[in-house]
Each structure stands twice: as C-alpha cells, then as structure tokens.
C-alpha cells in the first residue's frame, strides 16, 4: 500500500483505494454514456427526461467518488478523474463493441446490464479494502446514487429498471428477445471482470480478501500470487456476480 | 397573467413564467442531449469527462428552472417538468434533422451555435416580465450554469467551445468548414426562433415587451395582435440574436 503521488491524487490515500475508485468511477461515466445516449432518441419526452436524470445521478456519485481521492491542493476537479480512470481507458471498448446494438430496448437492457455488473464488482471489491478510507468507499457505493431532489434517490438506472420492466410486460416476444439478449450481454460483462483481473493484479488481491472476509473456501495461505488462487476468486467472484444478475433481470420479469 | 392549474405546477405563478420556464428547461434538456451524444463519441477520457460535465450542468439549471414554478405539494418531482416542458415537444425535430451530421466537431459546434441562439432567446424575453418572479427568472437564466464544483462554475458548452477554439486554431481547414457549418446552423436555428413566436403568442407579448424595456422602437401602441408589431418584433429580435451569434463564434476564432 505504497502512497501515489500522481497529479490530483492525496498521497496519503492507499493505493488499492486509489484503484477501486478509479474503476468505479469510470463504471460511472459509462453508465453516464450509456442512459444519455438512449436519453437522446427516447420514445418520448418523459422517456428522455427521466433517463437523461438517471445519467446525471451517475455522475453525481462520480462526483463522490473523486472526492474520497482528490489531494485538496487547489488542483483542477478533472485532474483527479483523469488520473485515476487513466488505467481503464479502454476497459470497455470490447465489450462495447460486442454488444452494439440499433435496437433501443437492447441498448437500455444493455446499460442496466453491463452497468449492473461492474457496479456489483466494484462493490465486492470494496469488502476487500481496509481502515477508515476503505468504509468510506463502501458508504459511496453501497448507498443509492445521490440525487439532487429527494424523489431521485435512487440508483443510476432505476428509471431504466421500470422502463424496461414495463416494455416486457406488455409484449411478450420483446421479453424473450430482451432475456436472450441480457444472457449475451452479462457474458461480455464477465469477459470484462475476467479480463480486468487478469491486467490488475491489485484487484485479484482485493478480491481475495473480499471473499476471505465473507467466508469463501480459498486455497490454503492466500497467496494470490499463485494461479490456484487466482482461479479460485474468478470463480468466486463470477458465482456472486452470477446470482447478482439473475437477481435484476428477476425484477425486470426477464428470464435470466 | 390567469392562474395555472397544470399538474406540479405552482398556480400562483404567473402564465408567462411557467411559459418562458418551459421553454428554457427543453432547452437545457436538448443541451444535454447535444453535449452528452458528444461525450459518448469524443476522442479521449479527458474529453469524454469534459463534455459529461457539461452536460450535467445543463440539467442543473434545469431543476434550478422547475424549482421556480413548482408547486411545493409534494408531487413528484418529474411532474412539473412534463407539464411545463410538453408545449415544446419536438419544437427542435425540424432542426435537427437539417443538421444532421456525422462529424463529431460539427456536432458539438450545433450544440454550441444552436443552443447558444436559445439561450440567447430564453435570456431576451425574460428582460419582458413582470415582478418578483420575472426576477427570479432571469436571475437563473444570466448566471453561468451551476456546478457541483467550484471550478465548474461555468456554462454547459463551456468545455465544447475551449475545445473547438483549439481545434480550429490547429487546423485551417477544419476551422472554414466549421465558420460555413455555424452560418448553416444559425440560420435554422433563428428559423425555429421565428416558427415558434408563430406558434405562441405570449412570446411574442414577451418579446415586445422586452423590446420595449430595451429601448427599441416599435410601431405605435405596442398592439402585439397587430401583424406589423410581431414583424416588428420578430426583426429586433433576429438582430440581436445574429449579433450574440457573432461574438460566440468570434470567442472560437470562427468567422460568423
């Protein structure tokens, strides 16, 4: 847990934090990306409202996020984010591209996908963290998205949640349409948590520690330097990340 | 100045508030749209990050706007906004679709240009109302944008005009194509200026009145139902409108 001293960053700030807030905090402007792009061509006014708000509650806990790592020196705002998103430039570009889509529906059930995955890994992660810094990561990301009135209190994407809910319920060949394509787009999430592992190794460590701290049977000594281990986090991590999704497209009435 | 009794809205707000708020916060919901597409499609994190902050500041004087004509009752908070919003609904559906464009520099200069016309817009006709609440509207509509941050505090296109400064500082050519694109985007976006004024009579009364405020000399009696006052008005707003027009694209180096 060696300090950082990169631009914007409190060096004071333990590294695997520094890391987690950095995925987490580009998970967020994905998300942004994700619910504004379908905000642009909605259906409807109400539609383009409610999802360009659910975008904007994605950058409000951004927001919180640069705000547990940021040095308090005086340094531009985006000089932090840039920093710490810098190692997942990029983290999403596949994955993007294997799940491009025309289709709006898809494009929504995407977002509350893929988003819903890296959010569930950024939180598991989070167990993983120590001390004082590491319960303040947790109360970002295990709390709703801040919203600026009190009715917005709600995740990211519960707007997205109750559009795509209410669009099956009523058509009965776009929710087996939009079941297929939330199994195809949570196995691309998985690629990416997968691959993301495997570039990081300071991830595998808090994941280790995550599932250690739950209970999870690990190889003996925990060394995560060791394949054996390594295999068994993924594992781990892709069971709860599993049961997770299934749990979402439940409440959506989509078959997972 | 009768009463409103519309859904969220508080019914002591005078008519041409709830109009003019209406109007101003579509506005901010296109800006959004505009910045945000960019945002998705920009050619780095920094930038990406850049234009999401933009973004989010749009909506911010947004809710800033829907909190002047709510009324405090408890509805939900996207209430107000739909009733206030709805007369404007697809009142940019012409425009954009004769600005389309694949190019991502010509698609932030529209976000720039034709955003920059309505604000201008919303900015003039607040001049044209009465009282304490013509006060507090104006008072949103001439701060710069609100942002979560000190340093954001700034307007939504804040970032998107730093970026096309540089970009046609760097490039001759890009910089002529971009000065021909803003002529093409400000002559339709005054085309909607003058499509709506046909359409809503009170912001012509607003315009006339705000005229009058200004100084500008129009034919005798101010009769706004009087065919020779809208053409009046209509003229003195465009001036001004293409005058504002020409010291932002001045501010980006582009001949108007």
Same mark, same amino acid.
């Given at each position: 847990?060696? @300090?950082?001293?990169?631009?914007?960053?409190?060096?004071?700030?333990?590294?695997?934090?520094?890391?987690?807030?950095? !995925?987490?905090?580009?998970?967020?402007?994905?998300?942004?990306?994700?619910?504004?792009?379908?905000?642009?061509?909605?259906?409807?006014?109400?539609?383009?409202?409610?999802?360009?708000? #659910?975008?904007?509650?994605?950058?409000?806990?951004?927001?919180?996020?640069?705000?547990?790592?940021?040095?308090?020196?005086?340094?531009?705002? #985006?000089?932090?984010?840039?920093?710490?998103?810098? @190692?997942?430039?990029?983290?999403?570009?596949?994955?993007?591209?294997?799940?491009?889509?025309?289709?709006?529906?898809?494009?929504?059930?995407?977002?509350?996908?893929?988003?819903?995955?890296?959010?569930?890994?950024?939180?598991?992660?989070?167990?993983?963290?120590? #001390?004082?810094? #590491?319960?303040?990561?947790?109360?970002? !990301?295990?709390? &709703?998205? @801040?919203? &600026?009135?009190?009715?917005?209190?709600?995740?990211?994407?519960?707007?997205?949640?109750?559009?795509?809910?209410?669009?099956?319920?009523?058509?009965?060949?776009?929710?087996?349409?939009?079941?297929?394509?939330?199994?195809?787009?949570?196995?691309?999430?998985?690629?990416?948590?997968?691959?993301? %592992?495997?570039?990081? @190794?300071?991830?595998?460590?808090?994941?280790?520690?995550?599932?250690?701290?739950?209970?999870?049977?690990?190889?003996?000594?925990?060394?995560?330097?060791?394949?054996?281990?390594?295999?068994?986090?993924?594992?781990? %991590?892709?069971?709860? !990340?599993?049961?997770?999704?299934?749990?979402?497209?439940?409440?959506?009435?989509?078959?997972?």
């Amino acid at each position: 847990m060696s @300090p950082r001293t990169a631009a914007g960053v409190d060096p004071t700030v333990p590294a695997p934090v520094v890391e987690l807030v950095g !995925l987490a905090a580009y998970t967020e402007l994905a998300e942004f990306g994700l619910l504004a792009a379908r905000s642009v061509d909605a259906p409807d006014l109400a539609t383009r409202q409610a999802l360009a708000d #659910g975008a904007d509650r994605a950058l409000a806990r951004q927001r919180a996020l640069f705000a547990l790592v940021s040095a308090d020196d005086g340094v531009v705002p #985006g000089v932090v984010g840039a920093t710490v998103m810098a @190692p997942f430039e990029d983290a999403l570009a596949d994955f993007d591209a294997r799940t491009d889509t025309d289709d709006w529906a898809e494009g929504l059930l995407k977002g509350v996908v893929g988003h819903g995955v890296a959010q569930d890994f950024c939180r598991i992660l989070a167990g993983g963290l120590d #001390g004082s810094s #590491g319960r303040a990561v947790r109360k970002v !990301l295990e709390r &709703p998205a @801040p919203g &600026p009135e009190a009715g917005a209190d709600a995740g990211a994407d519960a707007e997205a949640i109750w559009l795509l809910a209410r669009m099956a319920a009523a058509d009965e060949v776009l929710a087996s349409r939009l079941a297929l394509w939330g199994r195809r787009v949570v196995g691309e999430a998985l690629g990416v948590v997968t691959a993301l %592992l495997g570039r990081r @190794p300071q991830l595998v460590v808090l994941a280790a520690e995550a599932a250690t701290r739950l209970g999870a049977e690990l190889p003996a000594g925990r060394d995560t330097a060791s394949s054996d281990t390594e295999v068994a986090v993924r594992s781990w %991590l892709v069971a709860r !990340l599993t049961g997770e999704h299934t749990r979402r497209m439940d409440r959506m009435r989509l078959a997972a």
